[in-house]
């Protein structure tokens, strides 16, 4: 490379990143807010059903499935019902895991065992503890849904700039969280520049290698509703990962209120 080549780089890297922070630049916090708003606006939905079907890959080359049916339901300032209900294989068949997620703070979460007939409250303690086999533990499931009303209040927001994600152009934005029950010390998240959709999530604890790694991908439209069809959660550090398949979404179905109860955790899927 000429030395006036690298110079011309130099300038143009310098010029984009002085551009990037310049004063009229949006900030990640007015992202994430613009983000906000188009969740509680245009692509609000007050609840959805839908089925998974998830592959679980361990590091020596194994496979397990997981079949199940969600159901969520959004309620004002922030809460989210959910009742997940496994219909196979016949080890988990009938186990049914309920979530309700709050703004602010750590989820109630609730899981029925079938085989011991009793209902099992997810405390602190067990928040790290895997899901089901899988590489979510409980601790991801309520973050995923609660982050989307975080404030800087709960985590500091900066803009890292624009990355391109599985060929979509992102903006990856730092989340350093402030609240004590937040097990993380660093989350990173990547959101489509056109659609404002997560297409990836990274968790840090201590170390330089995210915990876990989240994908969504297959975006479709239902009107205005973006919805992911593929996903991949990784656990870099144990060489595991779960795909899970989406299908058969419906939105707005007026789900009723006993869906999520503990009487329907144990009945299993309504």
Do not use: C
């Amino acid at each position: 490379m000429s030395r006036r080549h690298a110079l011309r780089l130099l300038l143009t890297a310098l010029v984009l990143g002085a551009a990037a922070t310049s004063p009229g630049a949006e900030t990640a916090r007015e992202i994430l807010d613009r983000r906000k708003a188009l969740e509680d606006g245009a692509q609000h939905w007050n609840d959805r059903h839908q089925h998974m079907r998830l592959t679980i890959h361990d590091r020596q080359g194994g496979e397990r499935i997981r079949e199940l049916e969600v159901w969520e339901k959004k309620y004002p300032n922030d809460t989210t019902k959910s009742l997940a209900v496994f219909h196979a294989p016949a080890e988990v068949k009938n186990t049914a895991f309920l979530a309700f997620t709050y703004r602010g703070k750590r989820a109630d979460q609730w899981l029925y065992l079938p085989e011991l007939k009793r209902v099992r409250q997810i405390t602190a303690s067990a928040r790290k503890e895997k899901f089901v086999g899988t590489d979510l533990t409980y601790h991801d499931l309520d973050l995923v849904q609660e982050m989307t009303g975080w404030t800087e209040d709960d985590a500091r927001s900066s803009l890292r700039g624009a990355e391109t994600v599985d060929g979509v152009s992102t903006w990856a934005i730092e989340l350093t969280p402030r609240r004590e029950d937040i097990l993380y010390t660093k989350i990173v998240l990547w959101l489509g520049r056109d659609d404002l959709f997560p297409r990836k999530l990274e968790f840090y604890d201590e170390g330089e290698e995210p915990r876990r790694r989240i994908f969504q991908s297959d975006v479709r439209m239902h009107g205005a509703i973006p919805w992911a069809a593929t996903l991949k959660a990784e656990t870099p550090p144990q060489g595991s990962w779960t795909d899970i398949v989406v299908s058969d979404v419906q939105f707005n179905q007026t789900l009723s209120d006993d869906v999520f109860t503990q009487r329907q955790l144990e009945l299993g899927a309504p």
